[in-house]
């Protein structure tokens, strides 16, 4: 039997609106490679489990599952998984042509990569367009390349994303996948875990794009944003995997990765009533946050308890009422 060269993952909840879209984004796809597309139900409640099994073509893999989060449902796509390489794409987004080609092909090419990601394009109503990295766009011009320094990259960058990334299988599966018990964060933690299992690839072309969001948030996916959020964890509980095997050279550009981490945790904590603990963390970490509007206040009021609380408060409400 000839194995395939990819196996592509979706994590699906509830995902009739767009799910079409995805997975035609995905069968429309011009590549020579072999691929299959595993689709695991976490538990819907929809009729996205339907429109699954109305899809004719025959390298579709169903499995479904009790509701765990998207974490447990990669991990199991992983799992079932055959491809030499594989890949995740959410339900509410999709691919452009050439993701596959020039993902696989890029891994065929550099033997010494475990990964390789692509250029994002984020679209929300609104606002123009969002690229990531910044430094890309729909002509960008630029060759793919090997990252070298991946914690420095990821902290100025924010760089792999989870729907653009491939990765040798045999990788992600000796690194023990995704943790379960992180409900938030979980891909970040993931894509620094994994670096450190050898170097990592960039293709600057925009062949990822994420809207989902326009359509989701109108289905309550705030409300579960911030559900999700109230089981973030502290940095120490973040990153002690991480931590375990990562050099002393690495140790110094990882700095920035925690200030980039801590900041997304803290305003996590915010935002759920868990007050003390954001200003213990940022009194930590603030030295290496970002410096956005956020974390440029953060820093500003964590030193005393009454400004931090008048800051932790109107961002607690903003969030409920966005």
């Known amino acids: 039997m000839l194995q395939i060269d990819l196996s592509i993952i979706i994590p699906v909840y509830n995902a009739v609106p767009l799910l079409e879209r995805c997975l035609n984004s995905i069968f429309i796809q011009t590549t020579q490679y072999s691929?299959?597309?595993?689709?695991?139900?976490?538990?819907?409640?929809?009729?996205?489990?339907?429109?699954?099994?109305?899809?004719?073509?025959?390298?579709?893999v169903l499995h479904q599952q009790s509701n765990a989060g998207p974490a447990a449902a990669r991990n199991k796509g992983m799992e079932l998984a055959k491809g030499k390489y594989v890949a995740f794409i959410d339900a509410d987004d999709y691919w452009n042509d050439g993701y596959i080609e020039q993902t696989v092909q890029f891994l065929e090419e550099h033997v010494r990569c475990v990964a390789v990601s692509v250029g994002c394009k984020s679209?929300?109503?609104?606002?123009?367009?969002?690229?990531?990295?910044?430094?890309?766009?729909?002509?960008?011009?630029?060759?793919?390349?090997v990252i070298d320094d991946f914690f420095t990259?990821?902290?100025?960058?924010?760089?792999?994303g989870t729907c653009s990334t491939t990765i040798r299988t045999d990788v992600a599966k000796a690194s023990g996948g995704m943790r379960r018990d992180l409900r938030i964060t979980e891909d970040y933690e993931y894509w620094l875990y994994l670096s450190t299992f050898g170097k990592w690839g960039f293709i600057p072309k925009i062949l990822y794009v994420s809207d989902g969001g326009i359509v989701t948030q109108k289905q309550g996916h705030v409300k579960k944003d911030i559900e999700r959020a109230r089981k973030s964890p502290d940095m120490a509980d973040?990153?002690?995997?991480?931590?375990?095997?990562?050099t002393e050279v690495d140790a110094k550009n990882y700095i920035k990765v925690r200030g980039r981490v801590s900041r997304v945790l803290v305003?996590?904590?915010?935002?759920?009533?868990r007050f003390s603990l954001g200003r213990k963390e940022a009194l930590c970490y603030g030295e290496h946050f970002p410096k956005d509007k956020i974390g440029i206040l953060m820093n500003i009021a964590k030193y005393t308890a009454f400004t931090w609380w008048c800051l932790a408060y109107m961002l607690r409400w903003r969030e409920y009422h966005r």
């Open 35 to 60: 691929y299959e597309v595993i689709l695991v139900d976490d538990g819907s409640t929809d009729n996205s489990v339907e429109v699954i099994k109305a899809r004719p073509e025959r390298n579709i």
């Open 123 to 145: 679209i929300s109503f609104g606002n123009p367009p969002c690229y990531c990295p910044a430094f890309v766009n729909d002509n960008s011009k630029i060759s793919a390349f």
């Open 153 to 160: 990259y990821w902290a100025e960058h924010c760089v792999p």
């Open 238 to 246: 973040f990153e002690k995997r991480i931590i375990k095997r990562i």
């Open 267 to 273: 305003y996590s904590h915010v935002i759920t009533g």
